[in-house]
């Protein structure tokens, strides 16, 4: 169609000129009828090729394109020259560029999902089972004493379980964004004492110590219910690894941009192969004596202290002791 509306006009506009140049100069009617001729057959032949190497470019596109819906991920269209042609070849490539990070992404979420789903099912295996054991036991039991011991052991078990799904549930609302933290200006001094308080029956009970050390007057913009719960959970790990006679020091300092917090114990150390594995979900050492841990803790830790911008880090050594380390950088006018 094209093609005809562009000889219909070349056609119309010769006959035109040559009917006006006809009866005005005669002599050079037919030699300008040829010149019209030769140039209309030019154009045509100028339009016929660069629209042919349109169509060869939009034929590649397409088949670029279907061998990447049929799977061909690395399929591309080229688009190595200038003009608005290769602008649209430029856009389809990006945007399968885009679909593939996220395909990539989606398969990543559904590994992820699905091993969390077998870990959570692991996890809850343990306890469940033990309950149903007290549970049989207690159907048999005629001591009072013996029923007490097994309803306090059942308990505990429960504990384990409400423990590990509000765990998930924080981690799921923190990687959801749905949390909303409600930050003030907090003094570290009490948040770090009502820690220690909170720790100190199981401590003298164990046997261990709880220090702590830092400037009374050192403050920082964080949700306080948060904030306690991240580092509780490190506090909580480092008595889980220590012996009687341990101490598990708390530390923090103030700078002018910078909060520290340290938490360090004389405990066993973490064995170099996990030292890169600890703040995983469920992550459990082959190494650790821990059988009660869900491996939640650190992970949660780690997603609350990022969410307040900062970083936590870790050193430690075997038979030597654990220190973590976490920093929260403070804005400046």
């Given at each position: 169609m094209l093609f005809l509306a562009i000889a219909v006009i070349m056609t119309l506009l010769t006959v035109i000129s040559q009917a006006t140049i006809y009866f005005a100069f005669r002599k050079?009617?037919?030699?300008?009828?040829?010149?019209?001729?030769?140039?209309?057959?030019?154009?045509?032949?100028?339009?016929?090729?660069?629209?042919?190497?349109?169509?060869?470019?939009?034929?590649?596109?397409?088949?670029?394109?279907?061998?990447?819906?049929?799977?061909?991920?690395?399929?591309?269209?080229?688009?190595?020259?200038?003009?608005?042609?290769?602008k649209l070849f430029w856009s389809i490539n990006n945007m399968s560029a885009v679909l593939i990070s996220k395909a990539a992404k989606e398969n990543r979420e559904k590994a992820f999902l699905k091993n969390t789903i077998s870990d959570i099912s692991h996890q809850l295996k343990t306890p469940l089972a033990a309950l149903?054991?007290?549970?049989?036991?207690?159907?048999?039991a005629e001591d009072i004493e013996q029923v007490r011991e097994f309803v306090h052991l059942s308990m505990k078990e429960l504990d384990r379980i409400e423990t590990l799904v509000q765990n998930l549930l924080k981690i799921t609302r923190l990687d959801a964004g749905t949390m909303v933290f409600h930050k003030e200006e907090e003094n570290v001094s009490e948040i770090i004492k009502?820690?220690?308080?909170?720790?100190?029956?199981?401590?003298?009970?164990?046997?261990?110590?709880?220090?702590?050390?830092?400037?009374?007057?050192?403050?920082?913009?964080?949700?306080?219910?948060?904030?306690?719960?991240?580092?509780?959970?490190?506090?909580?790990?480092?008595?889980?690894?220590?012996?009687?006679?341990?101490?598990?020091?708390?530390?923090?300092?103030?700078?002018?941009?910078?909060?520290?917090?340290?938490?360090?114990?004389?405990?066993?150390?973490?064995?170099?192969?996990?030292?890169?594995?600890?703040?995983?979900?469920?992550?459990?050492?082959?190494?650790?004596?821990?059988?009660?841990?869900?491996?939640?803790?650190?992970s949660l830790t780690k997603a609350i202290v990022e969410a307040h911008g900062g970083t936590i880090e870790v050193d430690s050594e075997i038979g030597v002791g654990t220190t973590f380390i976490v920093n929260f950088l403070i804005p400046t006018k």
């Open positions: 050079l009617s037919l030699f300008l009828f040829l010149f019209c001729i030769l140039a209309a057959v030019g154009v045509l032949f100028a339009a016929y090729r660069y629209f042919r190497k349109q169509d060869k470019l939009l034929e590649d596109a397409e088949s670029k394109i279907q061998a990447f819906l049929a799977g061909d991920m690395d399929a591309r269209i080229e688009n190595d020259e200038e003009g608005e042609l290769y149903n054991i007290y549970n049989g036991i207690l159907e048999e009502d820690i220690e308080l909170h720790f100190a029956y199981r401590a003298e009970s164990e046997g261990k110590s709880i220090v702590v050390s830092g400037a009374d007057d050192a403050t920082f913009f964080c949700d306080r219910a948060w904030m306690t719960e991240a580092l509780e959970n490190l506090v909580k790990n480092a008595l889980d690894h220590t012996e009687e006679g341990d101490t598990v020091s708390i530390a923090w300092s103030r700078f002018h941009t910078l909060l520290k917090i340290e938490v360090k114990d004389n405990g066993c150390g973490i064995h170099p192969e996990d030292i890169h594995h600890i703040f995983k979900r469920f992550y459990r050492s082959r190494f650790s004596k821990d059988s009660q841990g869900l491996g939640l803790g650190l």
